[in-house]
């Protein structure tokens, strides 16, 4: 078993004699040129384990933000889904009022009328009945007229009958993005339905401002971080701010980041109303960027004299 090391040690002693040989038998012109060599390969690899650090630094940054984003994402998400599930909640004891015929079209208009006083995102309140006939509505001065029926009046959009109809098949609240038309501002449409186990009596219409959701449903901290913005379905915006598009051909350049952004359906809506945020884009420490390129260029001026020389030792 001690033979093996035994043999290695000889072969590593023969390598080296052989090498000091080949040394000792170069003129000195010849030894001056090869010494250059160390020192140049010792700049470059300084100058590969720089790159090196400062991208992987660089990945760690990215990676940061990028979680950064996605953790304020989430917790908006969260303001957002209790702002409106709070607000169902209320109207889902209307729906029961009226269902338990506790409630009259005049009554319902006062309750209506305090809701959306308190919910500055709230834009208006109606009741429909089983023939899609609005029995009575309060909204807001704000509200462009002619947007949704008045009371007596049928409901004429077909999206706002399409989801009144999946609200009276499924007895469930439905949420629905309407979009916009000619001058009208997109609405969030909240159907729940009314019944009594056997019966169906219509829905409470309630319709959100999406811009309200966002300016009053978004905490200020994180609209001053990112831009954010709520999209519909088809990723068109409805609210909020965008970062500016980048120019198509810087994205071909190896050290442009890729945009960070994040986006999440809002609950209980679902892909309706999805929830992006774009980190605005940042330059590089100035301190941390200068040092990084003063080491560069302090090594490719010591590699560039290192060769310099080498190749007039060769003359």
Avoid: C
Wanted: charged share 20%; glycine share 6%; aromatic share 8%.
């Amino acid at each position: 078993m001690s033979s093996e090391p035994t043999g290695n040690t000889r072969q590593a002693a023969a390598t080296a004699q052989r090498v000091r040989h080949w040394w000792w038998q170069l003129n000195p012109h010849r030894q001056d040129r090869f010494a250059v060599l160390a020192p140049l390969a010792a700049v470059l690899l300084f100058l590969a384990a720089i790159v090196a650090a400062f991208g992987y630094l660089r990945l760690e940054e990215i990676d940061r933000e990028h979680e950064a984003v996605r953790r304020d994402v989430e917790y908006t998400q969260q303001r957002l889904r209790l702002r409106l599930l709070e607000r169902q909640e209320q109207l889902m004891r209307i729906a029961r009022d009226i269902s338990n015929r506790d409630l009259d079209p005049e009554e319902f208009q006062v309750r209506a009328e305090a809701l959306v006083i308190q919910y500055p995102d709230l834009e208006r309140l109606s009741w429909v009945d089983a023939d899609m006939q609005v029995r009575s509505t309060y909204a807001t001065a704000s509200l462009q007229p002619g947007i949704a029926p008045q009371s007596g009046e049928i409901l004429a959009s077909d999206e706002t009958r399409n989801n009144f109809a999946l609200a009276r098949e499924t007895l469930q609240p439905i949420y629905a993005q309407r979009g916009a038309s000619g001058a009208a501002v997109p609405l969030l449409q909240l159907h729940i339905p009314m019944n009594d186990g056997a019966r169906f009596f219509g829905v409470v219409l309630a319709e959100y401002s999406v811009d309200g959701l966002y300016r009053y449903g978004v905490p200020a901290e994180v609209s001053a971080r990112y831009a954010i913005s709520l999209l519909d379905d088809k990723g068109a915006r409805l609210a909020g701010t965008n970062v500016p598009v980048r120019n198509p051909a810087s994205t071909w350049l190896p050290w442009v980041v890729p945009a960070n952004e994040y986006e999440v359906p809002v609950s209980p809506v679902g892909n309706g109303l999805i929830l992006r945020a774009q980190a605005y884009r940042t330059s590089l420490g100035v301190i941390g960027s200068g040092l990084f390129w003063l080491v560069s260029v302090l090594s490719v001026m010591t590699a560039w004299m290192l060769i310099a020389n080498w190749r007039h030792n060769r003359r």
